[in-house]
């Protein structure tokens, strides 16, 4: 008698052949776009790109646009107050503030100060010394702070505050000025908060230096308007 013959292995479905690679056919193009890797990090920094002289090279060809010291982002990002916010995360501890001139450069794109001035209110621990880091303290009402980026802020109001009442007249009010026309501020709203905070150090200097820069803003707002009419 002869021996039984085992049945054929059923065929796979034609869906299951198509979705199986045949490595004969499989290209290493193929392979590279089916390989699953990590996403890229909207911040990069050097450690990201093998370092600091490539990290250089990549923003001196343009394939990196610098956001500030050693973190920059693709060109194709833009360089909102979130991102700047974020590049300053590693210096500001949490429950504490950005504020100062490092405030109006989140917010507008002022210029970038050397230090990081970051504001710890009153009941929080004074942050450690670290280089590139100015820490202060300050009284500070929940509305006067914003999260961008994952940390806290200065509203813009609460950043033209206290330029105008801690540094002088000459370095204030061009950063005023940039708060004012690209971000909005509302100057005559920041002289109503002052006027309410009669024992502010340096208030009687921001009652200058903000009351100048509206007079010069609605003199503005007015040379813009349409030109009378000659008789």
Same mark, same amino acid.
């Given at each position: 008698?002869?021996?039984?013959?085992?049945?054929?292995?059923?065929?796979?479905?034609?869906? !299951?052949?198509?979705?199986?690679?045949?490595?004969?056919?499989?290209?290493?193009?193929?392979?590279?776009?089916?390989?699953?890797?990590?996403?890229?990090?909207?911040? !990069?920094?050097?450690?990201?790109?093998?370092?600091?002289?490539?990290?250089?090279? +990549?923003?001196?060809?343009?394939?990196?646009?610098?956001?500030?010291?050693?973190?920059?982002?693709?060109?194709?990002?833009?360089?909102?107050?979130?991102?700047?916010?974020?590049?300053?995360?590693?210096?500001?501890?949490?429950?504490?503030?950005?504020?100062?001139?490092?405030?109006?450069?989140?917010?507008?794109?002022?210029?970038?100060?050397?230090?990081?001035?970051?504001?710890?209110?009153?009941?929080?621990?004074?942050?450690?010394?670290?280089?590139?880091?100015?820490?202060?303290?300050?009284?500070?009402?929940?509305?006067?702070?914003?999260?961008?980026?994952?940390?806290? /802020?200065?509203?813009?109001?609460?950043?033209?505050?206290?330029?105008?009442?801690?540094?002088?007249?000459?370095?204030?009010?061009?950063?005023?000025?940039? +708060?004012?026309?690209?971000?909005?501020?509302?100057?005559?709203? !920041?002289?109503?908060?002052?006027? +309410?905070?009669?024992?502010?150090?340096?208030?009687?200097?921001?009652?200058? /230096? +903000?009351?100048?820069?509206?007079?010069?803003?609605?003199?503005?707002?007015?040379?813009?308007?349409?030109?009378?009419?000659?008789?």
């Amino acid at each position: 008698m002869a021996a039984a013959t085992a049945p054929p292995a059923p065929s796979p479905p034609e869906a !299951v052949l198509a979705d199986a690679p045949s490595t004969s056919l499989c290209l290493p193009a193929d392979l590279a776009m089916a390989a699953r890797v990590a996403p890229a990090p909207e911040l !990069v920094r050097p450690a990201h790109v093998g370092g600091a002289v490539a990290f250089a090279d +990549l923003v001196r060809s343009g394939a990196l646009v610098r956001v500030r010291g050693d973190v920059a982002v693709r060109p194709t990002t833009p360089l909102t107050p979130a991102v700047r916010a974020a590049s300053l995360g590693h210096l500001v501890p949490e429950r504490t503030v950005i504020g100062g001139l490092s405030a109006a450069w989140v917010h507008c794109g002022t210029p970038v100060p050397p230090t990081v001035e970051v504001i710890h209110p009153l009941g929080v621990h004074r942050p450690p010394p670290l280089s590139g880091r100015a820490p202060r303290q300050s009284a500070l009402l929940h509305s006067e702070t914003a999260r961008l980026g994952g940390v806290l /802020v200065t509203t813009v109001e609460r950043t033209a505050l206290d330029l105008a009442c801690l540094h002088d007249q000459r370095s204030s009010t061009p950063v005023l000025h940039a +708060l004012a026309t690209r971000c909005g501020l509302d100057v005559d709203a !920041v002289l109503h908060a002052l006027d +309410l905070r009669s024992r502010r150090t340096g208030r009687p200097r921001a009652q200058r /230096v +903000l009351g100048l820069l509206a007079e010069r803003l609605r003199e503005a707002s007015a040379g813009d308007g349409p030109s009378p009419r000659l008789p």
